[in-house]
């Protein structure tokens, strides 16, 4: 393969076809890295409301480092992975202590902030900075995988090291920023999973998978791992006032499927989940009530886990004694119903109030 004209030809491509995306305007770091954060799992349209929302809320890695926790997952409720959001927060309070406020300028020290792996420094080194390294996430690695004809999966940790050592390979030494972005915007709109469009691919000369016919077949499809069923019994208790109460748990793997955020009081179940929840809500909270109602059943899916999610309404004459949500401080708060959903919740929490509010009003 000649390289330079490789390198020109997929660089030309990408000035003239590139998409405009608001992260494309800056070389703040700060904008490029959470971009790239936003990105991760999730499709960029989802991604711009967000964003342009979360920059007008923390204009400044500063102004996130010093924001309310609870401000900045309510910022990012939505959006799913909420991980990343708080270890966002945490980097950012690290570049303010270590870094004087401004993303670090080396591999090594970008890499020691939390939630930065090695995909998230290269992007924002090379495009902010211009710093020589290639990015490899799933959508360079199928290009990389397609231009080599390289079979077998991607993933396979000896095969994805020897595409990082061909991204890296490639990359343009004097645009490396823009080099890795035309990768990934090859990747997103033309050498897409299914259904490749080789005939507007400005690099079709270079390609092995296609010369030989299988640009379909690699690479090879990941081996998912098969779902798994789970059954959450979630209680939503309502007082005279129509306020219910949210509890944040410490641990359990209920609390791991409502992303560790506020979240009705659940208990994974089995068969009998009313009563499995009827005991949680006795031994955890001190609730012991004799009626309840099973609202409609809400359907959810975290990674392979298929989630049904089992509402039960408990009318309550008080709801236990709860602090108010600071952000931080309170176990368990008591907020109306109808306002769950503008809390800093996960969509399961959210399908749950849905639920919820729509049983009460035929109650
Ligand atoms: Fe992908 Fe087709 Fe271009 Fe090869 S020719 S890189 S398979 S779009």
Same mark, same amino acid.
């Given at each position: 393969?000649?390289? &330079?004209?490789? =390198?020109?030809?997929?660089?030309?491509?990408?000035? #003239?076809?590139?998409?405009?995306?608001?992260? =494309?305007?800056?070389?703040?770091?700060? =904008?490029?890295?959470?971009?790239?954060?936003?990105?991760?799992?999730?499709?960029?349209?989802?991604?711009?409301?967000?964003?342009?929302?979360?920059?007008?809320?923390?204009?400044?890695?500063?102004?996130?480092? /010093?924001?309310?926790?609870?401000?900045?997952?309510?910022?990012?409720?939505?959006?799913?992975?909420?991980?990343? +959001?708080?270890?966002?927060?945490?980097?950012?309070?690290?570049?303010?202590?270590?870094?004087?406020?401004?993303?670090?300028?080396?591999? !090594?020290?970008?890499?020691?902030?939390?939630?930065?792996?090695?995909?998230?420094?290269?992007?924002?080194?090379?495009?902010?900075?211009?710093?020589?390294?290639?990015?490899? !996430?799933?959508?360079?690695?199928?290009?990389?995988?397609?231009?080599?004809?390289?079979?077998?999966?991607?993933?396979?940790?000896?095969?994805?090291?020897?595409?990082?050592?061909?991204?890296?390979?490639?990359?343009? &030494? /004097?645009?490396?920023?823009?080099?890795?972005?035309?990768?990934? $915007?090859?990747?997103?709109?033309?050498?897409?999973?299914?259904?490749?469009?080789?005939? !507007?691919?400005?690099?079709?000369?270079?390609?092995?998978?296609?010369?030989?016919?299988?640009?379909?077949?690699? @690479?090879?499809?990941?081996?998912?791992?098969? &779902?798994?069923?789970?059954?959450?019994?979630? +209680?939503?208790?309502?007082?005279?006032?129509?306020?219910?109460?949210?509890?944040? $748990?410490?641990?359990?793997?209920?609390? $791991?499927?409502?992303?560790?955020?506020?979240?009705?009081?659940?208990?994974?179940?089995?068969? !009998?989940? $009313?009563?499995?929840?009827?005991?949680?809500?006795?031994?955890?909270?001190?609730?012991?009530?004799?009626?309840?109602?099973?609202? @409609?059943?809400?359907?959810?899916?975290?990674?392979?886990?298929? #989630?049904?999610?089992?509402?039960?309404?408990?009318?309550?004459?008080?709801? &236990?004694?709860?602090?108010?949500?600071?952000?931080? *401080?309170?176990?368990?708060?008591?907020?109306?119903?109808?306002? #769950?959903?503008?809390?800093?919740?996960? *969509?399961?929490?959210?399908?749950?109030? =849905?639920?919820?509010?729509?049983?009460?009003?035929?109650?």
């Amino acid at each position: 393969m000649k390289l &330079p004209a490789f =390198r020109r030809r997929l660089l030309a491509w990408f000035d #003239v076809r590139k998409r405009e995306l608001p992260w =494309r305007a800056s070389r703040d770091p700060y =904008r490029i890295w959470l971009s790239e954060v936003m990105l991760q799992q999730t499709r960029v349209a989802a991604v711009l409301p967000y964003y342009k929302r979360f920059l007008r809320l923390f204009p400044t890695v500063r102004a996130l480092a /010093r924001a309310q926790q609870h401000a900045v997952l309510e910022a990012w409720a939505g959006l799913g992975y909420y991980s990343r +959001a708080r270890n966002l927060q945490r980097a950012a309070q690290e570049i303010v202590r270590r870094h004087r406020g401004k993303f670090p300028r080396t591999l !090594d020290a970008a890499l020691e902030l939390p939630g930065v792996g090695r995909y998230t420094a290269a992007a924002v080194l090379s495009i902010a900075y211009g710093a020589p390294f290639a990015v490899l !996430d799933g959508n360079v690695a199928r290009v990389l995988a397609r231009l080599g004809a390289v079979r077998g999966e991607v993933r396979a940790p000896a095969r994805w090291r020897s595409l990082e050592a061909a991204a890296q390979h490639l990359l343009a &030494p /004097r645009a490396p920023g823009e080099w890795n972005q035309a990768m990934m $915007e090859l990747g997103a709109t033309v050498c897409t999973p299914r259904a490749p469009a080789c005939g !507007d691919c400005p690099v079709a000369a270079y390609c092995r998978a296609r010369a030989l016919g299988l640009q379909e077949k690699v @690479p090879a499809k990941r081996v998912k791992r098969s &779902p798994e069923n789970v059954l959450l019994a979630a +209680a939503v208790l309502l007082d005279p006032q129509r306020r219910t109460l949210l509890v944040r $748990e410490q641990d359990g793997a209920a609390h $791991e499927l409502f992303s560790r955020m506020w979240q009705f009081p659940a208990v994974a179940a089995g068969r !009998d989940a $009313e009563t499995a929840l009827r005991r949680h809500m006795r031994d955890a909270l001190g609730i012991e009530t004799a009626h309840c109602l099973a609202l @409609p059943v809400a359907r959810h899916a975290v990674t392979y886990r298929r #989630v049904a999610l089992l509402p039960f309404l408990f009318c309550v004459d008080e709801l &236990p004694s709860s602090r108010p949500a600071d952000g931080g *401080s309170g176990c368990c708060t008591a907020l109306p119903l109808g306002e #769950v959903e503008r809390w800093p919740t996960s *969509s399961a929490t959210r399908k749950i109030a =849905r639920a919820a509010l729509r049983g009460v009003a035929r109650v």
